[in-house]
T-cell receptor, first 114, second 111 residues
Framework: DVKVTQSSRYLVKRTGEKVFLECVQD?????MFWYRQDPGLGLRLIYF???????EKGDIPEGYSVSREKKERFSLILESASTNQTSMYLC?????????????FGPGTRLTVT | DAKTTQPNSMESNEEEPVHLPCNHS???????IHWYRQLPSQGPEYVIH???SNVNNRMASLAIAEDRKSSTLILHRATLRDAAVYYC????????????FGDGTTLTVKP
C-alpha cells in the first residue's frame, strides 16, 4: 500500500516561531508537493520538488521555504509563523510524469498559529 | 493554466448513479483530465484520469466529451462512503502537477 505520512495531524505554534512540517513517502516518487487548503480557496500549491535538492515555487511561496535532502522526505518550513498561515497543510507525491501519474496525498497537518 | 468549472454541490440517493460534471473549455491537447476526491478529515485521493477516451476503473467511470471541453465522473451506485468533495483538474507532463485544485463539488449521499 502506498503511503505518504506527515509528522503531525495537529500543531499549535506561536507567532514568530519557526515551524517544520515533515513529509515522508515510501513509493520512490520523484515529485513531492506542499499545498495549503483554506475554505473557499481550494488547495493551493506552495512549493514542489522534482528531485533531491531541487525545488520550484508554486502559487503562494511567500513566507515558506522547503528542503529536500533525501528522495523520500520533503520538509516545509515557516521561518517566522504568522496567524495568516493558520491552515491545513497537505503533502503529496507522484511519479515524474504528472499528466499520466496520480498524486498520493498525506492525511494533512492542521496548523494553528496563535 | 487551463481552468475547470464544477457545480458547488450535488445530492444523490444511496445506490443510485451519480454524474458529476466538469467543464474545461480551454483544455489543451496535452492536458490529462484528473479526478480526485476528499473524504472528511482526509487528504485528497486519486479517483481516475483520462486523455481522450472514456475510462473505467474499480471506483468510477470517466466520460470525456468528443471535443474534450467537458467530462463527467460517473459513480455507478453511490454509497454513503462516497460523500466527499470531488475535484476535476487538468494536468500535463510539463507542469509537474502544478495545477491548483479549485473548490470542487461537494457530493451529499442520502440514505
Amino acid at each position: 500500500d502506498v503511503k505518504v505520512t506527515q509528522s503531525s495531524r495537529y500543531l499549535v505554534k506561536r507567532t514568530g516561531e519557526k515551524v517544520f512540517l515533515e513529509c515522508v513517502q515510501d513509493m520512490d516518487h520523484e515529485n513531492m508537493f506542499w499545498y495549503r487548503q483554506d475554505p473557499g480557496l481550494g488547495l493551493r500549491l506552495i512549493y514542489f520538488s522534482y528531485d533531491v535538492k531541487m525545488k520550484e515555487k508554486g502559487d503562494i511561496p511567500e513566507g515558506y521555504s522547503v528542503s529536500r535532502e533525501k528522495k523520500e522526505r520533503f520538509s516545509l518550513i515557516l521561518e517566522s509563523a504568522s496567524t495568516n498561515q493558520t491552515s491545513m497543510y497537505l503533502c503529496a507525491s507522484s511519479l515524474r510524469l504528472a499528466g499520466i501519474y496520480e498524486q498520493y496525498f498525506g492525511p494533512g497537518t492542521r496548523l494553528t498559529v496563535t | 493554466d487551463a481552468k475547470t468549472t464544477q457545480p458547488n454541490s450535488m445530492e444523490s440517493n444511496e445506490e443510485e448513479p451519480v454524474h458529476l460534471p466538469c467543464n474545461h473549455s480551454t483544455i489543451s491537447g496535452t492536458d490529462y483530465i484528473h479526478w480526485y476526491r476528499q473524504l472528511p478529515s482526509q487528504g485528497p485521493e486519486y479517483v481516475i484520469h483520462g486523455l481522450t477516451s472514456n475510462v473505467n476503473n474499480r471506483m468510477a467511470s470517466l466520460a470525456i466529451a468528443e471535443d474534450r471541453k467537458s467530462s463527467t465522473l460517473i459513480l455507478h451506485r453511490a454509497t454513503l462512503r462516497d460523500a466527499a468533495v470531488y475535484y476535476c483538474i487538468l494536468r500535463d507532463n510539463t507542469n509537474a502537477g502544478k495545477s491548483t485544485f479549485g473548490d470542487g463539488t461537494t457530493l451529499t449521499v442520502k440514505p
